[in-house]
């Protein structure tokens, strides 16, 4: 069995986010950042990024939408290019925030009444890391709100109508932006023909759209995953098993090769296989294929 990771004050929230991949667009989805990558960006902007919003990023990766509908955007690190004019919904965290410090630094030159409103808010320096068509989200630097493990107060300003303190940690802005903006039961996420992971979920789960494009791509039939299991006198199967009752998790890609022999073209299963993290990823691919383990 491999060993357990630690428990993280996140680990609660983060359990329920299921993140939403279209197969259709698989090889779209931006990689998820590296360690080293959030370190720059910790240098480019002065700022200690909070912790929770770091493993988010290497966990889920960054650039796509949080809530069902996708109105919020959780920006890219770096723009992908030196043109900072990115496309609709190719933001970026360094290149918004460097803008928008600049901007409130002018506009607070010329306006006592902003810094008077909000005396112990620094426009200047906030990080924006997230935003919709009407709003952004920003990391407030100067007002940590829990020193170990990190994490600071988040404003939003919607459509420049000043500054709202909108949460005190980054967990906590991922429930609320799932709270507020998530559809209701009308709207049940099993009409939306997408592979989801981390599974399983629950009731409250919260859907993070890991890429930008929300056609709708191919579901997941019982009667495909059962013919897999059956094909070649239970390849799949067998492995799957194995893998379950004997912890191989070095035979995932040997199970995405049976899958594949039998039929199975779902980028997004037999990627998970190959590349994908065991804890996570392979888990994930138990529960689809209805062999239920969790391997940690």
Same mark, same amino acid.
């Given at each position: 069995?491999?060993? =357990?990771?630690?428990?993280?004050?996140?680990?609660?929230?983060?359990?329920?986010? &299921?993140?939403? @991949?279209?197969?259709?667009?698989?090889?779209? &989805?931006?990689?998820? #950042? %590296? %360690? =080293?990558?959030l370190d720059a960006v910790e240098t480019a902007l002065g700022f200690l990024l909070p912790l929770s919003y770091?493993?988010?990023?290497?966990? !889920?990766?960054?650039?796509?939408?949080?809530?069902?509908?996708?109105?919020?955007?959780?920006?890219?690190?770096?723009?992908?290019?030196?043109n900072?004019?990115?496309?609709? /919904? /190719?933001?970026?965290?360094?290149?918004t925030t460097l803008k928008s410090r600049d901007y409130f630094a002018d506009l607070i030159h010329g306006s006592a009444g902003l810094r008077g409103e909000f005396p112990e808010l620094c426009p200047e320096r906030l990080v924006q890391f997230a935003g919709g068509d009407e709003y952004q989200f920003m990391f407030s630097p100067t007002e940590v709100t829990v020193a170990r493990p990190r994490e600071c107060r988040i404003y939003w300003s919607s459509a420049g109508s000043? !500054?709202? %303190?909108?949460?005190? =940690?980054?967990?906590?802005?991922?429930? &609320?932006? @799932?709270?507020?903006?998530?559809?209701?039961?009308?709207e049940p996420v099993a009409k939306y023909p997408y592979v989801f992971k981390p599974y399983p979920v629950g009731p409250d789960a919260i859907s993070y759209w890991a890429n930008r494009e929300t056609r709708r791509g191919n579901d997941l039939s019982?009667?495909?995953?059962?013919?897999?299991?059956? !094909?070649?006198?239970?390849?799949?199967?067998?492995?799957?098993? =194995?893998?379950?009752?004997?912890?191989? %998790?070095?035979?995932? #890609?040997?199970?995405?090769?049976?899958?594949?022999?039998?039929? *199975?073209?779902?980028?997004?299963?037999?990627?998970? *296989? &190959?590349?994908?993290d065991p804890d996570i990823d392979g888990s994930?691919?138990?529960?689809?294929?209805?062999i239920v383990a969790d391997l940690v």
């Open positions: 069995m491999t060993e =357990s990771k630690s428990e993280q004050p996140w680990d609660a929230v983060f359990s329920r986010v &299921r993140v939403v @991949h279209n197969v259709e667009y698989k090889f779209e &989805r931006e990689p998820a #950042p %590296t %360690t =080293s990558e770091r493993a988010f990023a290497e966990r !889920f990766g960054l650039g796509g939408t949080i809530a069902l509908h996708g109105e919020t955007e959780l920006f890219q690190l770096f723009a992908r290019s030196e900072e004019e990115l496309p609709y /919904r /190719r933001h970026s965290v360094v290149g000043g !500054f709202d %303190t909108f949460v005190n =940690s980054f967990p906590e802005w991922v429930e &609320r932006v @799932h709270e507020r903006w998530a559809f209701g039961e009308e019982g009667a495909e995953v059962a013919h897999w299991l059956a !094909f070649n006198s239970n390849a799949a199967r067998d492995l799957a098993l =194995s893998i379950r009752d004997h912890s191989r %998790t070095d035979a995932f #890609p040997i199970l995405a090769d049976a899958l594949q022999d039998a039929g *199975c073209t779902n980028a997004d299963l037999l990627d998970s *296989c &190959r590349t994908g994930w691919v138990l529960r689809v294929l209805g």
